[in-house]
């Protein structure tokens, strides 16, 4: 079973700066692998599939890359609105596993 | 709109059964498949089960295999997760969610729209 692990597990960071989360895959995933913010109290929205591709309506500020194990989430400049939790998640016939999550918090 | 709702969680004892629903608006609710998501409170989330389109291709977490069944009415525009033999560590928040693309032939998925999720907790 291919296996995702997230890093850091939180990440303190103030408005303005940029956020690099890092998601790697114990096995190769291609590029078929997801992010996800999920705020308290709320359901996960997704942010970006097959790697690098925004979903509709996500802000340009979020950007995503990698292949194969590595893969790097980007926020180029924090709002307020985006402290949060964030997940990656392949897709996979077998099971469409999900990283451990990183917090994005407020410094 | 797109709008997933769940229902039947609740508390039961350890070994006993539970429905949940889903029910589903505001898309064409045949064209997609549709997974169940779970969260422990305050941990990270666990894909559960997927079904395709059309019921064809349907699998399982390690986790729930064997306990665990998935089926929709699409007449009904429902998703269902019979959960038997339940054990304390199944309680969690049971999320649905829906597909991003149409008629995906299996249950590889990305999750574009979810529900708010119904709180399952298994203790005696």
């Known amino acids: 079973e291919i296996v995702l692990t997230q890093s850091p597990a939180t990440l303190s960071l103030s408005p303005g700066e940029r956020a690099t989360l890092s998601c790697r895959a114990s096995q190769s995933v291609s590029r078929y692998l997801a992010w996800y913010q999920q705020k308290p109290g709320q359901a996960p929205r997704l942010l970006i599939y097959?790697?690098?591709n925004r979903a509709p309506g996500i802000p340009a500020r979020f950007s995503g890359s990698g292949s194969g194990t590595d893969f790097t989430l980007t926020i180029s400049s924090l709002e307020p609105a985006d402290f949060a939790v964030y997940y990656c998640q392949r897709r996979s016939d077998r099971s469409n596993t999900f990283g451990q999550g990183t917090k994005v918090e407020l410094k | 709109e797109v709008q997933l709702v769940e229902s039947g969680g609740g508390l039961v004892q350890p070994g006993r059964s539970l429905r949940l629903s889903c029910s589903a608006s505001?898309?064409?609710?045949?064209?997609?498949?549709l997974h169940w998501v779970r969260q422990v409170p305050g941990k990270g989330l666990e894909w559960v089960a997927g079904i395709t389109w059309n019921g064809r291709s349907i699998d399982y977490a390690d986790s729930v295999r064997g306990r665990f069944l998935i089926s929709r009415d699409n007449a009904k525009n429902s998703l269902y997760l019979q959960m038997n033999s339940l054990r304390p560590d199944d309680t969690a928040l049971y999320y649905c969610?829906?597909?991003?693309?149409?008629?995906?032939?299996?249950?590889?998925?990305?999750?574009?729209?979810w529900g708010q999720g119904t709180l399952v907790t298994v203790s005696s």
């Open positions: 969610a829906k597909d991003m693309i149409q008629t995906r032939l299996s249950v590889a998925a990305y999750f574009d729209q």
């Open positions: 097959d790697a690098s």
């Open positions: 505001g898309f064409t609710f045949d064209d997609y498949a």
